[in-house]
């Protein structure tokens, strides 16, 4: 397939590479992006893929807690203009509420509002506002002690990133500190059990083949079995500990893993949700359009 400008940029913004290593890297993969994200890797020339890239859309994400149970609901707008509307602010906050007694997202658009489905208040505020609006994803959380913790609050219980943590023991104080943990660092799973297997086999052949590649280049090279028993094997529990909350350096003393600091605090965590506002979202091409054109006119 063609490479195009767009795409490289795309891929430089994903992994830091430069403009040259990226192109060669989606020439090498026909232009496939998480396998040119790969090859970059393996060549050394690239840091692990952010999974969230950069966030294209505005809206809100809502957090509601109620009787052992928590929810966490994104709301798509246009334009931040609409986010930080006192209406559209009061539809997030009364659709989070549904949310509590639904299971899924789909249920949640059938729930009552005041009369008319989630599904039918979105339409009409978007006939009133002129601006599409959509709701997006919902997830759920129950635990003895549930606490909630949005950054960049709008609104009460409302804002660009919406974090609840579950646990047993220990006070609010502590689950909200680990709550702001995981806005800033978004751990991707609880703990190496949580995590998806296909994620953690992806990132050992991509460990793999780049320590074969880097010990076949080097001046010394090491024997097999020291790449297999030691190098790999100690680059993937580093993986892990990065990528699991309970692995990750606790942000409030980064001497201790949060593990360490729930059992210092008497708790245990079982679980956490952290929806971020347009995590995932590509930007639309024409925006790069634009951007390019600026540049070019500068």
């Known amino acids: 397939m063609a490479i195009t400008a767009a795409l490289v940029k795309e891929l430089r913004d994903k992994t830091g590479a430069g403009m040259m290593d990226a192109k060669k890297a989606l020439t090498e993969t026909d232009g496939d992006m998480d396998a040119a994200v ?11 893929a952010k999974k969230s890239g950069r966030t294209a859309a505005e809206g809100l994400v809502a957090v509601v807690v109620e009787g052992g149970k928590g929810v966490a609901v994104e709301v798509n707008s246009e334009t931040d203009f609409v986010a930080k509307n ?5 539809m997030v906050a009364e659709i989070a509420k549904a949310a509590i007694g639904v299971d899924d997202i789909e249920a949640l658009k059938a729930a009552d509002l005041g009369g008319k489905s989630v599904a039918d208040t979105l339409t009409d505020k978007i006939a009133t506002v002129g ?8 997830a759920k959380i129950e635990g003895d002690q549930l606490v909630a913790y949005v950054h960049n609050a709008a609104a009460d219980g409302m804002g660009k990133i919406g974090v609840l943590v579950a646990m047993t023991g220990g006070d609010e104080a502590f689950g909200r500190q680990v709550a702001m943990h995981v806005a800033a660092a978004n751990p991707a799973a609880l703990s190496e059990a949580q995590m998806d297997p296909a994620v953690i086999e992806k990132e050992l052949a991509v460990q793999t083949a780049k320590a074969l590649e880097e010990n076949a280049g080097a001046a010394k090279p090491k024997p097999e079995a020291v790449i297999t028993n030691n190098i790999i094997p100690g680059r993937m529990k580093k993986f892990i500990a990065e990528s699991t909350l ?14 360490a600091a729930a059992q210092a605090a ?15 979202i590509e930007k639309a091409e024409e925006d790069f359009a634009a951007e390019v054109a600026k540049v070019a006119q500068g």
Not at 266 to 280: C, N, Q, Y
């Open 38 to 48: 790969d090859w970059l890797r393996t060549k050394g020339l690239a840091k692990a």
């Open 86 to 90: 006192a209406e559209f602010q009061a």
């Open 131 to 138: 601006e599409n609006m959509t709701l997006r994803r919902m």
């Open 246 to 259: 309970m692995g990750q350096a606790f942000v409030v003393n980064p001497d201790l893993t949060v593990e």
């Open 266 to 280: 008497g708790a245990t965590i079982t679980g956490f949700v952290r929806i971020e506002v347009g995590e995932g």
